[in-house]
C-alpha cells in the first residue's frame, strides 16, 4: 500500500518524460557507480594489506577501527586529504595537474559499461548495468588504453628522470600486453556471437575458463601487467627508480593514482569473472533467490581478487626485457592460436 | 533585418539540438587543431592533438556511429596517440629543460 503511493507518481512520471527520466536516471547510476568503484578499492585495499600480512607472517592492519584495523583506511584517507599540496618546481604544471585526473577519468569509463552483478526477480535475472551498449567489450578494450596515456602524463609532468622512466617502462609493458589482451576479448567475442558483455555472459552455458583455458591464462597474464602488479611492476620498481611515475605526487594527488591502480584492479577482476568465469552464472540459492546471482558474481570477483594478492605475494619481478620479450614472442603468437581455436570450436559446436 | 521571434517555427528543437552539438565539436576540433600546429612545446601539441582525436570520436558518437566513435578511442588516441608520445619520450634531452631528479 505505502509502496505503491511512492512508485505510481514515479512510473507516471517515466511514461510523461522518457528523455528527463532517463537523465536522472543516468546521473543516479553514475553516483552510484562511482561510490560503488571507491568503496570496493578501499575493501580491496585493507584485504590486499591483510591477506599479505597473513602470506608474510605479520599481522597487518590491526589497531586502528574496532576489530582487524578496518578503519585503518579511513585514517589513511584523512591523512592524504589533509596534506599539503605541493607542485615540484619547475614541472610541467598543467600536465602534472591533469594526470590523475585522466587516469580516474579512464577507470569511470571502463566502469560505467561493466555489469556489477545481476539480481533475479521473478525467475528472470537483470543484470545491473549503467550503460548496455552493443559493444561494451570493445568499449572496455578502448577505455583501458588509455590509461598508457595517463602514466606519459604523470611522467612527463614531473620532469624527473626516474618518472620518466617509470613512464618509459609502464609504457612499454602496457602496449605489448595490450595486443594479446585484445585478441584473447576477440576470441571470447568469436564464441559468444556479441561484444555486448552482459550476452557474453549469457552466453556461459560453459564457462570460458573451460572453453577456452589457453586464453584464461594468457588473459589472466596480460590483466596482471596491466595492472603494473608484481611480477610486472617494472614501472615502479622502488630499488631502481624510487616509485616510477608517482615519485613526484603528493598527498590527494598521490592519492588518486594509487586509488585508481586499486579500482582497475577491481574492475580487472570483474572483467575477467564476466568473460571467463561465467560471471553471476551459478545454481540459484534457495532462500535468497534474489540476490543469489549477486552472491555467485561478488564469490567469484573475490576469489579473482585473492588470487591476484597471492601472486603479488609468491612471486618476484622480472627485468623489463623479460616482460616485453613474454608479450610479443610468447602471448602474441598464443592468443592467436587461442583465436583459431575458439573459432574451431564455435563452428564445431554452432 | 528582423530576426525571427520564435525560431523553433522554423526549425526542429531536435535539428538545432544536433546543430549546437557539432558546432560545439567543430570548434574543439579546429581549436585544439589549431593548438597543435603553433604550440612552441612538442608534448603540449602531441596532447592536443590526442584531445582533437577525442573530439572527433564525439562527433562520430554524437552521428550515432557509436562503433566508429570507440574504434577512433582505440586506435588513434590509444595507438597512434600512445606511438607519438613514445617517439618524443626518446628525444626527451633536447626538449626538456632543467631536470632535476
Redesign the interface.
Known amino acids: 500500500m505505502v509502496l505503491s503511493t511512492i512508485v505510481e507518481p514515479i512510473t507516471d512520471f517515466v511514461a510523461q518524460e522518457p528523455k528527463i527520466a532517463g537523465l536522472i536516471i543516468g546521473l543516479i547510476a553514475a553516483a552510484i557507480i562511482s561510490s560503488v568503484t571507491n568503496v570496493g578499492a578501499m575493501g580491496i585495499v585493507w584485504l590486499e594489506r591483510k591477506v599479505l600480512g597473513d602470506m608474510t607472517n605479520r599481522f597487518g592492519p590491526s589497531r586502528v577501527g574496532t576489530r582487524w584495523g578496518i578503519l585503518q583506511l579511513v585514517a589513511d584517507a584523512i591523512k592524504l586529504f589533509t596534506k599539503e599540496d605541493s607542485i615540484?618546481?619547475?614541472a610541467?604544471k598543467p600536465?602534472y595537474v591533469w594526470a590523475p585526473i585522466v587516469a580516474c577519468m579512464t577507470t569511470m569509463l571502463v566502469a560505467a559499461v561493466l555489469p556489477w552483478g545481476a539480481l533475479n526477480i521473478g525467475g528472470v535475472v537483470y543484470p545491473l548495468v549503467a550503460v548496455n551498449?552493443?559493444?561494451s567489450a570493445?568499449?572496455v578494450?578502448?577505455?583501458l588504453?588509455?590509461m598508457?596515456?595517463a602514466a606519459?602524463?604523470a611522467g612527463?609532468g614531473?620532469?624527473?628522470?626516474?618518472?620518466?622512466l617509470g613512464?618509459?617502462r609502464g609504457?612499454?609493458r602496457m602496449?605489448s600486453y595490450?595486443v594479446p589482451m585484445g585478441i584473447c576479448v576477440i576470441s571470447v567475442a568469436v564464441m559468444a556471437h556479441s561484444l555486448n558483455i552482459v550476452e557474453i555472459v549469457e552466453a556461459q552455458s560453459i564457462w570460458y575458463i573451460i572453453a577456452q583455458p589457453l586464453g584464461f591464462v594468457i588473459f589472466m597474464i596480460a590483466l596482471i601487467t596491466d595492472l603494473g602488479r608484481v611480477p610486472f611492476d617494472q614501472s615502479e620498481a622502488e630499488e631502481e627508480i624510487i616509485a616510477g611515475y608517482v615519485?613526484?605526487y603528493g598527498g590527494i594527488r598521490w592519492g588518486l593514482l594509487y586509488f585508481q591502480e586499486y579500482i582497475t584492479m577491481l574492475l580487472g577482476s570483474v572483467l575477467l569473472v564476466h568473460l571467463y568465469l561465467g560471471g553471476w552464472n551459478g545454481p540459484t540459492i534457495p532462500v535468497i533467490t534474489i540476490l543469489s546471482p549477486m552472491i555467485w558474481f561478488l564469490m567469484k570477483v573475490i576469489l579473482v581478487l585473492v588470487f591476484l594478492i597471492w601472486v603479488r605475494g609468491s612471486l618476484i619481478r622480472f627485468r623489463i626485457d623479460q616482460v616485453t620479450d613474454l608479450g610479443w614472442k610468447w602471448l602474441l603468437p598464443l592468443s592467436l592460436v587461442n583465436l583459431v581455436w575458439a573459432v574451431a570450436i564455435g563452428m564445431y559446436f554452432a | 533585418m528582423e530576426l525571427p521571434m520564435d525560431i523553433t517555427q522554423f526549425y526542429d528543437i531536435r535539428f538545432l539540438i544536433e546543430l549546437g552539438v557539432f558546432a560545439l565539436f567543430a570548434v574543439i576540433i579546429i581549436g585544439l587543431s589549431i593548438l597543435t600546429v603553433y604550440s612552441r612545446?612538442i608534448?603540449?601539441s602531441a596532447?592536443y592533438l590526442?584531445g582533437s582525436f577525442a573530439a572527433v570520436a564525439g562527433l562520430y558518437v554524437s552521428l550515432n556511429a557509436?562503433?566508429v566513435g570507440?574504434?577512433q578511442?582505440?586506435v588513434y588516441?590509444?595507438?597512434v596517440?600512445?606511438l607519438i608520445?613514445?617517439a618524443i619520450?626518446l628525444t626527451?634531452r633536447t626538449i626538456?629543460?632543467?631536470?632535476?631528479?
Open positions: 615540484p618546481r619547475g610541467d600536465v551498449m552493443d559493444i570493445f568499449f578494450e578502448a577505455a588504453s588509455l598508457a596515456i606519459f602524463m612527463w614531473s620532469n624527473n628522470k626516474y618518472s620518466m613512464a618509459f609504457i612499454a602496449i595490450e615519485t613526484e | 612545446n608534448v603540449h596532447f590526442l557509436t562503433f570507440v574504434a578511442v582505440l588516441i590509444g595507438a596517440g600512445v608520445l613514445f619520450m626527451r626538456m629543460e632543467e631536470s632535476h631528479g
